[in-house]
């Protein structure tokens, strides 16, 4: 079950998790409430046993992979820093003066309250979008009155800013011209970073180059089409930003396993059977 609120906060219970090592420009909280999993957090390998809580800041690299014979559930709260206020203000001066500890410890009442919160936002009960966030600042609060925490640097806290910034403008670059020929030279006007100091960034945060992601969003896009309308191949292809049928059927299949053809037929049939 998932919950994206009007708020710059997302709200997770679920048995899966992504097994693939990936980065995202958000802060984030797992919390496994039941079983274990074997987690991957930048370069180190654990395993996360119920009632822990693992704190990521932004641009940090993880996985979870389940443990044969051993089911699980947790709970994942995704934010921006926004939602503690704007640029300058106290509070979100506060989180972006410190480094949380990976592994946190949290009292009972705050687990169960992020436990409830699942049956607040599922339900829309009055007053949930508040519930949501005054669980993350008792999280916070937790944090900060046990010292699970680092102070850094003025220099060290402008520079991580400035690279969440940095991809945050290149995403929603891509989002806004996939459809057009995109150079990393269009990207490097609006960072502001060397060309070999943007690629190592981008990559570090999201877990795979330039290319890459600009391929994979516009295959994501084509999906939809495929499914969705009645455009043939040719016409999602050039309308999604690639400039040849082969090209497209090619990048799709790395993506996808199956050709775009395959994809449209089976997820149809799907369309299809649902309605009935």
Do not use: W
Not at 135 to 152: A, G, K, R
Not at 161 to 177: G, S
């Amino acid at each position: 079950m998932a919950y994206k609120s009007e708020i710059p906060i997302g709200m997770f219970s679920q048995t899966t998790y992504l097994e693939k090592a990936h980065h995202q420009v958000e802060y984030e909280i797992f919390y496994i409430d039941k079983g274990s999993v074997e987690f991957g957090l930048e370069d180190s390998v654990t395993t996360a046993k119920a009632g822990d809580v693992i704190f990521m800041h932004p641009g940090t690299n993880h996985y979870v992979k389940k443990i044969e014979g051993i089911d699980y559930h947790c709970y994942v709260m995704v934010f921006d820093s926004s939602v503690l206020g704007n640029q300058g203000e106290p509070v979100r001066n506060t989180l972006d003066s410190i480094r949380v500890s990976r592994f946190i410890k949290l009292p009972d009442a705050v687990l169960m309250k992020i436990r409830d919160a699942t049956q607040f936002v599922t339900e829309k009960t009055f007053g949930h979008e508040l519930f949501v966030k005054s669980v993350l600042f008792d999280i916070i609060s937790c944090v900060l009155l046990t010292n699970q925490y680092v102070e850094i640097t003025d220099n060290r806290r402008a520079e991580q800013r400035h690279t969440v910034n940095a991809i945050e403008d290149t995403l929603n670059y891509i989002r806004e011209h996939y459809r057009e020929n995109i150079s990393l030279d269009d990207i490097l006007k609006i960072t502001s970073y060397s060309k070999s100091h943007f690629i190592r960034l981008f990559k570090k945060n999201m877990g795979m180059n330039l290319t890459d992601y600009i391929n994979k969003y516009r295959i994501e896009k084509s999906c939809l089409d495929l499914i969705y309308t009645s455009k043939n191949i040719t016409e999602i292809a050039t309308e999604n930003g690639f400039n040849t049928v082969q090209y497209f059927s090619k990048m799709f299949k790395n993506y996808m396993k199956c050709t775009p053809k395959q994809y449209q037929r089976n997820g149809k049939n799907v369309i299809i059977t649902s309605g009935n």
